[in-house]
């Protein structure tokens, strides 16, 4: 069962990320672009929200 729920969960976040590419090719260039001129700082404090978020959805949600 485990193992099902990792791959659900992989399946879910891949088209959750394509929906943007997907919908808007335009402003998703755009927004990497922007990502790709941040420093290494924040960047990773944009990773850390977005795990610390993950986190807290999965723990409200189970």
């Known amino acids: 069962m485990g193992s099902d729920v990792f791959w659900a969960a992989l399946a879910?976040?891949?088209?959750?990320?394509?929906?943007?590419?997907l919908i808007?090719?335009?402003t998703w260039r755009g927004t990497?672009?922007?990502?790709l001129q941040l420093r290494d700082g924040q960047l990773r404090f944009f990773g850390l929200c977005s795990?610390?978020?993950g986190l807290a959805l999965?723990?409200?949600a189970l």
């Open 24 to 26: 808007s090719p335009r």
């Open 12 to 21: 879910l976040a891949l088209v959750l990320e394509g929906l943007m590419p």
């Open 58 to 60: 999965l723990w409200f």
């Open 51 to 53: 795990v610390l978020l």
């Open 32 to 35: 990497f672009e922007k990502l």
